[in-house]
């Protein structure tokens, strides 16, 4: 699999990563490959692929920032502790929390566009 970009991911509960593994997972074009922590406390990484360029790229780039953003900001009855840091192929590190669909996107494109 040739990342496009890894996620770090943190939450309070198990049930938030399978939930966001199974969201992504459901996006044409990109394949999702988790590596769940042995410590519970520890973050899990999960790398994702656009495999495809152009407008299938760009799409599912829309997608996969829209899935991101809305899983960070839809859950607010259960006050959950969840964090998502997308990580660069060049080790860069953005906390998405703050970020709008569009720049994540913009984030995951890049990295996209740095792979060829």
């Known amino acids: 699999m040739d990342t496009t970009v890894t996620i770090e991911f943190t ?3 198990e049930q938030h990563l399978k939930t ?6 459901h996006i044409h074009d990109v394949k999702v490959d988790l590596v769940a922590p042995i410590d519970p406390k520890a973050p899990a990484l999960i ?13 599912a780039g829309q ?6 953003r809305d899983f960070l900001h839809t859950d ?15 080790g860069e590190r953005t906390d998405i929390e703050p970020l709008s669909v569009e ?3 913009g984030i995951i ?3 996209k566009e740095g792979e060829s």
Not at 47 to 59: F, L, P, V
Not at 63 to 68: E, H, S
Not at 81 to 90: A, P, S, Y
Request: charged share 30%; proline share 0%; no cysteine.
């Open 47 to 59: 790398a994702i692929e656009i495999g495809k360029g152009g407008e299938r790229a760009e799409k």
């Open 20 to 25: 966001l593994e199974h969201e992504l997972k």
């Open 76 to 90: 607010t009855a259960a006050l959950s502790n969840k964090k998502i840091f997308l990580v660069t192929i060049e």
């Open 63 to 68: 997608t996969v920032a829209q899935v991101l």
């Open 103 to 105: 720049e994540i996107k």
């Open 11 to 13: 939450s309070d509960t």
């Open 109 to 111: 494109m890049a990295a």
